[in-house]
């Protein structure tokens, strides 16, 4: 059974920082290339970051310098340090091997101004 569990949200203001993790279960998480995607109210689900196995990275350009993905083979986890937060960042964050279809519940992030 696959589980995607995210962690780590909350209320921040803005120019905060948050760390979102995502732990895995039930995959072959090493060899998988990870995702972070978001929702904002009204809108449509947008790719945030990716993760490749082997490491390379890849940003949407709303958050790259301000948004870091990484990864723990060994806690089969990946996370995303988002920094220099905006109003324009709050959504429900969530993580995803999608050329799967595998998603977590999402974490709720909400940045005040």
């Known amino acids: 059974q696959v589980q995607l569990v995210e962690s780590g949200g909350g209320l921040v203001q803005a120019g905060g920082s948050l760390r979102l993790s995502c732990a895995a279960s039930?995959?072959?998480?090493?060899?998988?290339?990870m995702s972070w995607y978001r929702q904002a109210p009204g809108k449509q689900r947008e790719w945030v970051a990716r993760?490749?196995?082997?490491?390379?990275?890849n940003y949407a350009d709303s958050v790259k310098g301000r948004f870091t993905v990484s990864r723990d083979n060994a806690k089969n986890s990946v996370y995303l340090q988002m920094n220099s937060l905006l109003p324009d960042d709050t959504a429900v964050y969530y993580c995803?091997?999608?050329?799967?279809?595998?998603w977590g519940q999402g974490t709720q992030v909400t940045v005040s101004s």
């Open positions: 995803g091997v999608t050329s799967r279809g595998y």
């Open positions: 039930g995959i072959t998480f090493s060899s998988s290339a």
């Open positions: 993760i490749s196995s082997s490491g390379t990275t």
